[in-house]
């Protein structure tokens, strides 16, 4: 499973790519510090899964998952960030976010929610090599 990761933060960018590396049937395919850098890599990239930030330098993380959901709509855009207030959960969530966690103390579940989603691609695609 293809997973790209968006964090201006450099402490928290290393740390996500580190523990996100270690999972089993994840690869880490790029990062991007920022808003326009992230659509970029995305596009060039095109992983199965993204984690971001809202808050980015030279646009928002909902601009980005906007743009996402609308080039590519399976992609699962998981949330990660500092701005856990009700209306960023619910506005995430009207652009299309499938996960939102915090930073402050979700960080054991993000990684769980993402060696979750590997399992089931890799179901998935041994589902698709064994048809006829």
Known sequence: ???LVVEDAVPVRNRLISSLSDLKGVEVVGYAAAAPEAIENFRASRPDVVTLDIRLPGGSGIEVLRTIKG???DT???????H???QYRVRCA????NHFFEKSGDFTK???AVALLSRRF????????KRP
């Open 1 to 3: 499973m293809k997973l």
């Open 71 to 73: 080039e590519a709509p």
């Open 76 to 82: 699962v855009v998981i949330m990660f960030t500092d």
């Open 84 to 86: 856990g207030l009700p």
């Open 94 to 97: 009207q652009e299309g976010a």
């Open 110 to 112: 993000l990684l769980q």
């Open 122 to 129: 890799v179901r998935a695609r041994s589902r698709r090599r």
